[in-house]
């Protein structure tokens, strides 16, 4: 009967340890939303976001950042 216990518990562990790594994964991959500041309020997409996230600009895009065409599609609005 111990042994069943232990069995029981290990699997419970690896289990919890799975659905965090998982979780960490998830949350880790998925785009941010656009911040909530008067900066970012009320823009319309790709045109309202290029002046400051173009190449040259203050705040450019990362080089592994994907196609930049629509930028709502994946930064939604905060707030």
């Known amino acids: 009967m111990h042994s069943v216990r232990k069995k029981s518990v290990r699997l419970l562990a690896v289990g919890v340890v ?3 790594a998982l979780t960490l994964v998830s949350r ?3 785009p941010p939303v ?3 500041d008067p900066a970012h309020r009320g823009l319309a997409g790709n045109p309202d ?3 400051c996230h173009a190449a040259d600009a203050a705040a450019p895009l990362g080089p592994r950042h994907p196609p930049k065409d629509d930028c709502l599609h994946c930064h939604p609005p905060a707030g």
């Open 34 to 36: 656009q911040p909530f």
């Open 49 to 51: 976001c290029a002046p």
């Open 28 to 30: 880790s991959t998925q």
């Open 18 to 20: 799975l659905v965090a």
